[in-house]
């Protein structure tokens, strides 16, 4: 069989070596220019007999989503691999240790499980990476060079990624996994007729590797990013972790507080001290900082909180992904408390994105959550990054020397933004409040105050829609089936689209990184020519499409998926060609 | 304890208008007469005048109850900010700008109670931040309620049987979160919460200045007359490098010491970072 796009499965316990075999495998990919996903999958216990898989997808062309289905099952440990057997589609490939197959009783095997309409195919994993090392580690790469010969790719993309990953553990432990690649690559040879054949452009360009959390933290750290306060969680905390070791380099600092309300709390100060500021959390730091977001928008000090979505509610799913956070990002708090929302729908978007908060924040001195998710935050992916961003689209709005002479932090402006002093330069100074307070910030309970203040606070947001990108209309615009997602969704919304199309049948997506404010024209324009609209998103309630619904008022058909993996594309695109169904009756 | 006569209050107001430390001196304050939180400020506008802080460089940081009230008193940056959360915000202001002198100022409610959590890991942290803490041992902005700091027995509205918790003592509790600056003041001695204030502001790290800070209004066991009757100053000879005899000293409560129990020469925060700073250049 010819291919030109494979989808394979690590599948394990810990210890296995299954998330480096990702690690690998998306480098050994990305160096020989080819487009690659990988989706780690493990479980919230470090120890134990946690499960760990990691998919990797790679393709001669760009892709959206892990897809649908596996090309091949690897089955490191036959207890986990034996529920992953579901995925493997049709016609699909599975590999089995024949090492420990006497280990267990034969119902328990792997083997034993592989049925008529997939292909098993033994080798002796076990022994050949104790054979390789001299322990039981190597087992991955047994198995990645069996992967080599059987796709016929070429192994040197394999041994220069062996040589890079392990290139700190110093030349033993390079040359014990190159043999270990190198017997399963023999082992395959020897064994199996070559069937498959992945073909690719050998000249391609080599391509940029990173997760959506790296590209965050870089696109932070390259638009002036000099202080970050956070505290641990899965799945955000690798942006500290980045932040941490690079902020000091640069001028800056990362704090490591000790709840997040203190981090959330010693970001507003380092804005309200006039630095680029952020945090990174999940959702239950988010329902930690809503009050620190409520005193961002009274106070008017800039914020930017970066919300990594996992499955809630409390505690919820901490290592599988949701999008369940919207809700609390739009509304979270008390009073009319407006805040600019976004979601980036992949990692290219992560890392302009977040440039795009920060300016926004900066500019209309508002806190601005921008909402990824576990998938979108950990998933690793090939990218183009474009570091080509305008850095004076947005600025601070500073005072004229008039102004300064009785300086006046919340005046009364037609975009609802004020001017704004930092400490430490001459000037004027000023006291600010969580209290509803006068145009020079003293408290002031009155009604027309109030109500004056409330309708700046809100006219800043009709004045930062004209900062906004546009909204894209992805597919045929003269299709009669509209979609409307958000965040990582999005990739397998438009992967679902291609399926129908394959069908014959014609969609249209609305995409945008803002979920509030929206430039609605474009929105209502959008859906006023659909007969159809689909809303789908990974969460019960339909957060999106509730927003919608009241903004627009549209009547969507909806799909929730109270989501632990990513969104099937085929799922999409069953909806899509029901839809179709209803709309030809 | 009666309150103060008209007369009495516009003669202080004058006093104040022509007072050396009219620079620091913002909006007027909202107290009730008579309230300790008067001596805190004065002590606060006396440091400023005396380390001549200029306004733009100084910031104070306030949570919320009656002392939350300060930075609007104060000339100079303020940020009035969350119950209990006026630490962390400080903290931020100060590691993104090390220049600025960054004073926070919150009540025993604030401090030890809501806000419990933040007050040991920024004394541990030893940031270069001054934390007054200004403890009338009763909620008063809610008028009348007991809190953290509240002996046992008291009645309230929210303890009409007596307070059944023991009280925290809030110079213990810096001294064992390892604050390097620990000083007790009682707002009757101005002179010495003025200085204290200021060699707190002057300490290179964490400085913490425990005001007893009577309410006036709410607080009939805590009052200027019973801290009268139990409050000395610390003795002479009291060594004040030595962490242990200070959490002793600080444990009495007959009688109730004041003065500076602890302060160490230690890196600060600030000195830390420089060190990773310097060498990550070379």
Not at chain 1, 499 to 508: D, I, P
Request: charged share 20%; proline share 5%.
């Amino acid at each position: 069989m010819k291919y030109s796009e494979i989808t394979i499965r690590f599948c394990g316990i810990a210890g296995d070596g299954i998330v480096a075999s990702g690690k690998i495998f998306a480098g050994a990919c990305a160096n020989i220019g080819l487009h690659v996903m990988v989706n780690n999958i493990y479980s919230a216990e470090i120890r134990g007999m946690g499960k760990s898989s990691a998919t990797i997808r790679f393709s001669t062309s760009k892709l959206y989503s892990m897809g649908d289905g596996l090309d091949l099952l690897v089955g490191m440990e036959a207890k986990e691999s034996i529920i992953d057997l579901r995925d493997v589609k049709e016609e699909g490939n599975v590999f089995y240790d024949t090492s420990t197959i006497g280990d267990v009783e034969e119902e328990d095997s792997l083997v034993s499980h592989i049925t008529p309409e997939m292909q098993g195919h033994g080798l002796p994993i076990q022994k050949l990476a104790n054979e390789a090392t001299g322990t039981n580690q190597g087992k991955n790469l047994v198995t990645i060079g069996a992967i080599c010969y059987f796709y016929s790719l070429p192994p040197e993309m394999f041994v220069d990624q062996i040589r890079s990953v392990f290139a700190h553990k110093g030349e033993h432990v390079i040359d014990v996994n190159i043999k270990a690649f190198n017997l399963g690559y023999e082992y395959f040879k020897e064994h199996y007729p070559l069937n498959n054949q992945f073909e690719f452009d050998k000249t391609s360009e080599p391509m940029a590797l990173t997760s959506g959390n790296d590209a965050i933290a870089k696109g932070a750290l390259d638009c002036g990013l000099k202080f970050y306060a956070g505290y641990p969680i899965t799945p955000a905390t690798k942006i500290m972790e980045i932040a941490a070791k690079e902020l000091p380099k640069l001028g800056g600092w990362t704090l490591q507080m000790e709840d997040e309300i203190a981090a959330i709390g010693a970001v507003l100060g380092a804005w309200f001290a006039g630095k680029r500021a952020m945090t990174a959390t999940s959702g239950p730091g988010l329902s930690l900082m809503c009050e620190m977001i409520n005193l961002s928008v009274m106070a008017e000090i800039p914020t930017v909180i970066v919300n990594v979505q996992r499955g809630g509610p409390s505690t919820g799913l901490p290592t599988k992904v949701e999008q369940g956070d919207l809700n609390i990002a739009l509304y979270g708090g008390a009073g009319d408390s407006p805040r600019v929302v976004m979601a980036p729908t992949d990692s290219e978007e992560c890392y302009s994105g977040i440039q795009l908060a920060f300016d926004i924040a900066e500019k209309y001195q508002t806190p601005v959550i921008f909402l990824s998710d576990l998938f979108l935050g950990q998933r690793i992916e090939t990218v183009t990054i474009k570091e080509n961003i305008d850095r004076d689209r947005c600025t601070r709005k500073k005072p004229t020397s008039e102004q300064l002479e009785d300086f006046q932090r919340y005046q009364i402006t037609d975009d609802g933004v004020s001017p704004l002093i930092v400490p430490g330069k001459p000037g004027a100074v000023f006291s600010t409040t969580g209290l509803e307070h006068s145009i020079k910030g003293n408290p002031n309970y009155e009604e027309e105050v109030h109500s004056m203040m409330t309708a700046k606070r809100f006219r800043k947001f009709e004045s930062i829609v004209e900062d906004l990108p546009h909204a894209v209309i992805l597919g045929d615009e003269t299709a009669d089936i509209g979609i409307a997602g958000w965040g990582s969704t999005i990739g397998s919304i438009l992967e679902g689209m291609e399926l129908a199309r394959e069908q014959g049948v014609k969609t249209k997506l609305i995409k945008s990184i803002m979920i509030h404010p929206q430039r609605e024209n474009l929105f209502r324009k959008f859906f006023a020519s659909c007969k159809k609209i689909i809303v789908p998103e990974m969460n019960y309630q339909g957060q999106y499409a509730a927003l919608l619904k009241s903004r627009y008022g549209i009547k969507p058909i909806e799909i929730h998926i109270p989501a632990v993996n990513p969104v099937s594309p085929l799922k999409i695109a069953q909806k899509i060609m029901e839809a179709n169904s209803e709309l030809s009756q | 304890m009666s309150f103060l006569s008209k007369q009495s209050v516009i003669d202080g107001l004058n006093k104040a208008k022509a007072s050396k430390t009219k620079e620091w001196r913002d909006n007027l304050p909202t107290w009730c007469p008579g309230c300790g939180h008067f001596t805190g400020l004065h002590g606060l506008y006396e440091a400023a005048e005396k380390l001549k802080i200029p306004p733009k460089d100084f910031v104070v940081v306030s949570g919320i109850g009656c002392s939350g009230r300060f930075p609007f008193f104060i000339k100079g940056f303020g940020l009035h900010g969350l119950h209990g959360r006026a630490i962390p915000i400080a903290t931020g202001i100060k590691v993104a700008s090390p220049e600025l002198t960054v004073v926070v100022v919150g009540g025993d409610g604030d401090g030890v109670g809501i806000g419990g959590g933040h007050f040991p890991h920024a004394a541990r942290s030893n940031f270069n931040l001054t934390y007054i803490l200004l403890d009338n041992s009763i909620y008063g902005l809610t008028k009348g309620q007991v809190s953290p700091t509240s002996p046992m027995g008291m009645k309230s509205g929210t303890s009409p049987y007596g307070n059944i918790a023991r009280p925290l003592n809030p110079t213990t509790l810096a001294l064992a979160y390892g604050a390097t600056f620990v000083a007790r003041t009682f707002s009757r001695e101005r002179d010495m919460v003025s200085e204290l204030i200021t060699r707190a502001i002057q300490h290179k790290g964490f400085s913490f200045v425990h005001d007893l800070s009577p309410c006036v209004v709410f607080n009939k066991d805590v009052t200027y007359n019973s801290l009268n009757d139990v409050t000395v100053k610390l003795p002479d000879e009291h060594d004040t490098l030595n962490r242990s005899n200070a959490m002793s000293l600080a444990e009495s409560t007959e009688p109730v010491y004041q003065g500076l129990f602890f302060k160490e020469e230690i890196p600060s925060f600030d000195d830390h970072v420089k060190q990773v700073k310097d060498g990550l250049e070379d």
